[in-house]
C-alpha cells in the first residue's frame, strides 16, 4: 500500500473535505503531512479568545507570542472571535489587540461577544476600524456612543456581512458627527436579531437611520439575505420588518424570520408580514407548533386575497422542540393553499425541520424517515407532486472552541 505521502493532493483534499468535527481533523492532521497543511486551514480558521489568567499572563499575550513564533497558524486565522471583554478585563490587555489584529493577516471577519467597545480605546478601536472586514458580528456589545458603532462599522467599506444579536447598546445615543457617509459598505447579509429593551438603543436607532439620508453607516440597497426577529405581541417590530423589506425588495432573495417569543390569545391581533415577493422563505420558532402556524397560514390567506400574487419559490418551516413534534390539522390547511394560485405558479418545494435540542429516546426510533410517514399523509397535494421533504436534527452539545490559558 503506497504511502500517505504518494496520494494525489486532490485525492487528500477530498478526503478532509468529508470530515467536519474538530477531533476528526485533529487526527486526520497526525496521518502524515500530507494532511498537515489542509486540516491546519480548517482547524484554525476561526479562532474565539476569551479572557483567562495564568502564570501573570492573560490568553491575549499568548495567542499574540503564538501568532508571532508559528505565522503558518495564523496565516490560517480568518475569522476572529473575542468574548468577555468588559470591566474585570484588565485594562493593560487592550494594547495587545493592536498587534493580534496586525500579526493576521488573512483576517476577514471580527466577532465580539460580552465585549465593553471602551476598553478597545487604547490604539485598538482605531486598529478595528481600519481593518477591512468582511464580517462584522456583534453580541451583547456596548459602545460609549454611537459613533464608535458608526466608525467600526464605517472603516470597513467592503464588508458584506453584518449581524447585530442581542443586547448591543450605547451609553449616549446622540451623534457628534456633523458629516453623512459617502462610500458606505454595501453590506449582502444582514442580520437583525436585538433585544427590545429600550435601554438597548443600537438596535432601534438603527432601523430608524436606514431610512435617513445620511443616518446609517451601511447600505441596505445591495442585501441578498436577510434575517430579522418579531414577536406577534408588538406591531412596531413588524412595522420596521416591513421597511426594512421594502428597502431591499429589489435584491432581497433570502428572507429568515425568527419568530420568538410567540404566543396567541384571543385578543392577539395578526400583524402581516409582507414577504410574497422573495425566492427563498425559511420561518425559524420554538416549542409551540400551532401559534406560528395559525399566524403563517393567514399571513399566507392575506397574500392570496389581497395581494393575488407570489414569486416564493422555497418554504422552509424550522421547528426547535425538546420532543419531536406531531402533524396537526393546520398542516392540511397550509398544504392546500400552497398548492393554488397564487403560490401554485411559482412554488416549488416545502421543507420541514425539526431540531430536538435533546436526544430522543432510543426507543423512539426517530428518524427524518419516520417523520416523513407521519406527515406525509397530512400533504396530499404537495407530495403527490414531490414538493414537500421532512428531516430531523438532533443538535449536538458542541460547545464553542476557546483559546485559554489555563484554567479560569
Known amino acids: 500500500m503506497p504511502e500517505w505521502g504518494q496520494f494525489p493532493q486532490e485525492l487528500i483534499d477530498a478526503i478532509v473535505d468529508e470530515v467536519h468535527h474538530p477531533c476528526d481533523l485533529k487526527s486526520c492532521s497526525l496521518v502524515s ?6 486540516t491546519r486551514v480548517l482547524l484554525f480558521r476561526h479562532v474565539n479568545l476569551r479572557y483567562t489568567r495564568s502564570g501573570g499572563k492573560s490568553v491575549f499575550t499568548n495567542f499574540h507570542d503564538l501568532c508571532v513564533s508559528s505565522p503558518h497558524f495564523s496565516a490560517s486565522i480568518k475569522i476572529l472571535g473575542i468574548s468577555e471583554y468588559h470591566l474585570r478585563t484588565p485594562p493593560s490587555a487592550s494594547g495587545i489587540l493592536d498587534l493580534i489584529i496586525q500579526s493576521l493577516p488573512n483576517l476577514i471577519v471580527i466577532k465580539l461577544f460580552d465585549v465593553r467597545i471602551g476598553y478597545f480605546l487604547n490604539g485598538s478601536l ?3 476600524s481600519s481593518h477591512p472586514f468582511l464580517g462584522i458580528h456583534l453580541d451583547k456589545v456596548t459602545f460609549d456612543n454611537i459613533d464608535q458603532f458608526y466608525d467600526l462599522i ?9 449581524t447585530l444579536s442581542g443586547a448591543v447598546s450605547v451609553s449616549n445615543p446622540e451623534s457628534r458627527r456633523s458629516t453623512v457617509y459617502r462610500a458606505l459598505p454595501q453590506v449582502e447579509h444582514l442580520v437583525l436579531k436585538f433585544n427590545h429593551d429600550p435601554a438597548h438603543r443600537v438596535g432601534a436607532l438603527i432601523l430608524e437611520s436606514i431610512f435617513r439620508q445620511g443616518g446609517c453607516p451601511f447600505s441596505v440597497e445591495r442585501v441578498r439575505r436577510l434575517t430579522i426577529e418579531v414577536n406577534n405581541l408588538h406591531k412596531v ?9 421594502a428597502a431591499t425588495s429589489q435584491t432581497l432573495q433570502e428572507l429568515t424570520v425568527v419568530l420568538h417569543p410567540f404566543t ?5 391581533p395578526c400583524h402581516i408580514l409582507c414577504f410574497a415577493s422573495i425566492r427563498k422563505v425559511c420561518f425559524s420558532f420554538m416549542h409551540a407548533i400551532v401559534e406560528p402556524l395559525w399566524w403563517f397560514i393567514r399571513n399566507l390567506i392575506h397574500v392570496r386575497d389581497k395581494v393575488g400574487r407570489s414569486t416564493v419559490e422555497e418554504l422552509t418551516l424550522q421547528i426547535t422542540s425538546v420532543d419531536a413534534i406531531t402533524p396537526a390539522k393546520e398542516w392540511t390547511e ?8 397564487p403560490f401554485s405558479d411559482t412554488f416549488q418545494s416545502l421543507h420541514i425541520t425539526n431540531i430536538l435540542i435533546l436526544k430522543p429516546r432510543p ?3 426517530l428518524t427524518s424517515k419516520t417523520q416523513r410517514a407521519q406527515f406525509e399523509p397530512f400533504f396530499p397535494l404537495l407530495t403527490q407532486r414531490g414538493k414537500v421533504s421532512f428531516s430531523l436534527m438532533i443538535e ?3 460547545r464553542d472552541q476557546y483559546f485559554t490559558s489555563g484554567e479560569d
Not at 503531512?33 to 489542509?38: G, L, T
Not at 396567541?264 to 392577539?268: F, G, K, L, P
Request: aromatic share 4%; with cysteine.
Open 126 to 128: 482605531a486598529c478595528l
Open 363 to 365: 426507543e423512539l426510533q
Open 237 to 245: 417590530q413588524f412595522d420596521r420588518a416591513n421597511a426594512i423589506l
Open 154 to 162: 464605517s472603516g470597513s467599506p467592503r464588508l458584506k456581512s453584518l
Open 33 to 38: 503531512r500530507a494532511f498537515s497543511s489542509r
Open 334 to 341: 397550509l398544504d392546500e393553499i400552497l398548492s393554488s394560485t
Open 264 to 268: 396567541r390569545s384571543c385578543s392577539s
Open 396 to 398: 449536538c452539545d458542541e
